[in-house]
């Protein structure tokens, strides 16, 4: 080759990195951009995280204190709901005691009629003009739940009759055992 090629060769490749050089330069520039909105992007994202943290913890804040506050209503309902239970069972020992039907089923270990006899009906029960035998008449398991039990003498099982009339299970077994007592205290 001679002098003046490599000369030639040598002002090409000069300009060939003259572009080449700027345009490296402008991704770099364009990389960093990329860069720099990333990290913007990520700041903006720990902060938002940061921010929903914080409502999350406040939620979480004032969820525990709606179950405090809903288990001291609930622990108020149950001492009332004992209090009543226990005052009940005061009532019923004293309608065993002047009741001898009571008395004697008692003593067999059989469970006190679901209806009480009109001479034991406690006044508090009785309305104003109402006769005792009414009362009793008007608390009967068979008259309260009538369509459970149509519904169980039409063979639905307990299943059904639970969804059906919106109740536990447990519930209508109850019920049915109650009503099969008061049919056997009838007879």
Known sequence: MGPWQIIVLLGAV?????????????????QGGSLQNMEIALEQFMENMEKDNGELME???DS?????????????RIARLEQTCSRLELQLQSLRSSNPRAQASAAVGMQVETQPQPDSVPPALVEDG??????????????????????????KSIEAIARRMEMNKGEVQLILQLAKQEEAARA
């Open 14 to 30: 000069i300009l060939v990195a003259a572009f080449l050089i700027p345009r490296n330069k402008g991704r770099n520039g364009e």
């Open 59 to 61: 939620l979480l804040a």
């Open 64 to 76: 525990g204190k709606a179950a405090a506050e809903r288990e001291k209503l609930y622990e108020t």
């Open 130 to 155: 109402a006769e005792p035998s009414e009362v009793a008449v008007s608390s009967t398991i068979q008259s309260r739940y009538a369509s459970l039990l149509e519904l169980h003498r039409n063979g």
